[in-house]
């Protein structure tokens, strides 16, 4: 348990549970899950929070965050998921999805990073709600991609 889990979270889970990635490397689409036990789960992305939402469905999540696109800093920091604004469906490349979900810590900054790259703006509750909606076209892209890694990884070997 870890009562202060958004304190230093990138140094403490390092590493996206889900999928493997660095959350330094992605400080600024990583999600911070803390469960009403006080145990944390830090995801690279709401992709990967959706399924560790999924996985705990019994688990009453006491707290969420997200990195604060809209703040300054070479890590991002964190921002409650009830006062972000979400990007969606954007110019900007998305984290383990095609359809990016971008988090800002203001609605102004939303609506600047909008004008410039398109997208919607929504709240936390539709912005997961595209994460799951976009998760099997998601899954089948990543599986391809992994796959001709190592087929690729494999050619050089031989």
């Known amino acids: 348990p870890d009562p202060k889990a958004n304190e230093n979270d990138v140094a ?15 400080h600024h689409s990583r999600m911070l899950i803390q469960y009403s036990d006080d145990l944390a789960d830090g995801t690279c992305s709401i992709h990967c929070a959706a ?5 705990n469905v019994d688990r009453d999540p006491k707290a969420l965050w997200v990195g604060d696109n ?5 890590v991002k920091p964190l921002v409650e998921v009830d006062k972000a604004w979400f990007l969606v469906g954007s110019k900007i490349p998305g984290v383990m999805t095609a359809n990016s979900k971008v988090a800002y810590g203001g609605e102004d900054a939303a609506k600047a990073a909008q004008a410039a790259q398109g997208g919607e703006i929504v709240r936390f ?5 595209a994460a799951y909606t976009d998760m099997s076209k998601d899954v089948s892209r990543i599986r391809r991609n992994r796959a001709e890694r190592r087929r690729k990884a494999m050619e050089q070997k031989g």
């Open 125 to 129: 509750d539709q912005a997961l709600l």
């Open 12 to 26: 403490k889970y390092a590493k996206c549970p889900y999928c493997g990635m660095d959350r330094n490397k992605f």
């Open 70 to 74: 809209a703040a300054p800093g070479e």
């Open 51 to 55: 399924i560790s939402l999924s996985l």
